[in-house]
């Protein structure tokens, strides 16, 4: 049986020790948050698209974030050569396919990157990532209009069929690989009235991606220590402007010890 | 006669019970910043430019937010395609000329814009609004170099040629369809030392145009409540860098009761 | 002899008093941090890079700041036709050589950015200025993997090659024209954790070389007063998050007066 609170901590210690690099190909939205959350957490964020360039850059890093939140075709082909680069030299990809169901492109170019090279999680909400499943229509832009708790069946059956760990962000988070069903209980709500919090914690992801080989570990506990910063944040911050600083700090002032006492994962058997 | 302070704080509760949809397209230096705001009032925010999916994402939205700060030759054409459709489907459109008179580039652009679809509310600083009715040279960059009273008369004229809602920021915000002259008197000088501030006021703009049919008070009330929020955020920061915080702060604090009272418009007669 | 502390209290008041315009082409990450440095500190940022654009509004700036950190081959077109013009008109450029050494792209891209137009002022890590000189492989991706200290004479030795002044910021700061080796001691480790502060540094330089037409003395000064703002946010705040906003916040409170007072930098004879 998995630790989780124990594989929180060794990941966060880990992070912290080796300073993995994370090569972002990701939304213009969230870069600047995206790449301070990283740092803040002890890891080293690079963001790098240009088709000339995302090979050798993807070579040199621990982990792969794809994102595709303000995608356009040039973006689209640079992530595809980067996720067949990162396949090829078997580097973990994360991806968060952003508003996919929202538009034709965006749920067309997330299959196309997971048919490219298969992700080793895939991070979204619940609309975003049925709609990978199923080409299920009418999410509202990149809200989460599906609950959580109702797309268990659905995720499980998605994550098998793709063969990856499915990550599904809500009040409480789910993560699957198709067999296993664990719940991620930590956060706050005011996480949503931040923009991007669901990008950081796709980050995030990538960045236990790289010192931790069981994806559903990766993804669990990254997420779980997003949550408990986004919990650590609330104590002294109200509304989302300091919320949001608050943030960054807590993800820099977590410390193992407190991340393993804080971790509230459970296993739904 | 119209009642301002009854309209925003209607405008503002219609936007956190709706929660519409606004579509992006704007520059990258404000992305973070813009969709952070309209998060913060109770807004749904969604950047989006790629030519293959606007279309489509500005037929779930509820208005269109366009923003040349950083443009290109692909972004203009998205620009107009989004405009275009937006158009057809008769969605509300504000425009943000940023810098235009400071290059040509920007100045036609904007004109091309307009051309295309006329915008409800166009909102920029004096000299941007100035250059699109008279091919002003001589702005300093993004910076306002006219002021804004004496701005009044070909404001009215040029709102009055283009057949649109002129909102002129400043020290006092201008307001004007070309015979109702609004001024606008919330605010704060401090806004003038973060960036974006005039960028995310124009989205602000397109969160009220999308629950209020009138774009003159939709115009208006939203100056004013982006107003208020800055005075409200001078009370607790005195620097720019905290002060940006308190403001995405304060557009989340701020109930409609307090803003029906803190509404400073006087109509121009 | 140069005296850098009545330099740096000369220059800060010259910024205030003049407002020049910096034109910058930099990376999305740090777009709207850069903006806001500069406007904190009394400059007047603009960020554009349309090829149609670049040489209208280089000819109205101050200073060009060039910075590679998110390139492509549209942006590094720009970023020639920027330099090329600015080299004509003798407008100051300095130049953030991000990720130099990290890949090819990005090493390439500097040194025919450098071949265009010398930049007054190269800034950036200790790899990424060595990468310049000796085409080093190896650098970590952003990060700094050569001590500053160690640089010093191959730094020395490359600016005089490149007729340029190198700064090479790290816990010292390195600042030299190949003949001159300038020490600045300001600054906080904290400054470290938030990303581009670099970028920012890269930036503020550049505002000086609008007002200081001694590029040596405006590298170092720069330099300088940035770091002693890294010295005061670290006095309010302890995690990175917090940290960033009061780095914003001591561009704008830090008086010239205190500027002069605070400067810690030494020549190396």
Same mark, same amino acid.
């Given at each position: 049986?998995?630790?989780?609170?124990?594989?929180?901590?060794?990941?966060?210690?880990?992070?912290?020790?080796?300073?993995?690099?994370?090569?972002?190909?990701?939304?213009?939205?969230?870069?600047?948050?995206?790449?301070?959350?990283?740092?803040?957490?002890?890891?080293?964020?690079?963001?790098?698209?240009?088709?000339?360039?995302?090979?050798?850059?993807?070579?040199?890093?621990?982990?792969?974030?794809?994102?595709?939140?303000?995608?356009?075709?040039?973006?689209?082909?640079?992530?595809?050569?980067?996720?067949?680069?990162?396949?090829?030299?078997?580097?973990?990809?994360?991806?968060?396919?952003?508003?996919?169901?929202?538009?034709?492109?965006?749920?067309?170019?997330?299959?196309? +990157?997971? *048919?490219? @090279? &298969?992700?080793?999680?895939?991070? /979204?909400? $619940?609309? !975003?990532?049925?709609?990978?499943?199923?080409? %299920?229509?009418?999410?509202?832009?990149?809200?989460?209009?599906?609950?959580?708790?109702?797309?268990?069946?659905?995720?499980?059956?998605?994550?098998?069929?793709?063969?990856?760990?499915?990550?599904?962000?809500?009040?409480?988070?789910?993560?699957?690989?198709?067999?296993?069903?664990?719940?991620?209980?930590?956060?706050?709500?005011?996480?949503?009235?931040?923009?991007?919090?669901?990008?950081?914690?796709?980050?995030?992801?990538?960045?236990?991606?790289?010192?931790?080989?069981?994806? +559903?570990? *990766?993804? @669990? &506990?990254?997420?779980?220590?997003? /949550?408990? $910063?986004? !919990?650590?944040?609330?104590?002294?911050?109200? %509304?989302?402007?300091?919320?949001?600083?608050?943030?960054?700090?807590?993800?820099?002032?977590?410390?193992?010890?407190?991340?393993?006492?804080?971790?509230?994962?459970?296993?739904?058997?």
């Amino acid at each position: 049986m998995t630790d989780f609170a124990q594989n929180a901590a060794r990941n966060l210690a880990r992070v912290r020790e080796k300073k993995p690099l994370v090569h972002n190909i990701t939304n213009y939205v969230v870069m600047n948050t995206t790449a301070n959350a990283l740092l803040a957490m002890g890891a080293s964020p690079v963001m790098a698209h240009a088709a000339g360039e995302v090979e050798e850059m993807v070579a040199i890093a621990g982990a792969l974030v794809l994102n595709i939140g303000t995608l356009d075709e040039h973006w689209v082909a640079a992530m595809i050569r980067a996720a067949g680069k990162a396949g090829s030299l078997k580097k973990p990809i994360v991806l968060d396919p952003v508003g996919a169901g929202a538009t034709t492109l965006r749920t067309e170019t997330a299959r196309r +990157l997971i *048919a490219e @090279a &298969t992700p080793s999680v895939i991070r /979204g909400n $619940a609309s !975003e990532v049925l709609a990978l499943g199923k080409g %299920a229509a009418g999410t509202k832009g990149v809200d989460a209009v599906h609950s959580v708790s109702d797309a268990k069946d659905a995720a499980r059956a998605i994550a098998g069929y793709l063969g990856t760990v499915l990550a599904i962000t809500g009040p409480e988070d789910l993560v699957t690989d198709g067999e296993r069903t664990i719940w991620v209980e930590n956060g706050h709500p005011m996480m949503g009235m931040v923009t991007g919090t669901g990008c950081t914690a796709t980050a995030l992801v990538g960045a236990f991606l790289a010192v931790d080989d069981d994806p +559903l570990s *990766a993804a @669990a &506990t990254a997420l779980a220590f997003y /949550g408990l $910063a986004g !919990e650590a944040a609330s104590v002294s911050a109200a %509304a989302p402007g300091s919320y949001a600083v608050s943030l960054i700090d807590a993800l820099f002032t977590i410390d193992p010890e407190r991340l393993r006492a804080g971790v509230r994962i459970r296993e739904d058997r």
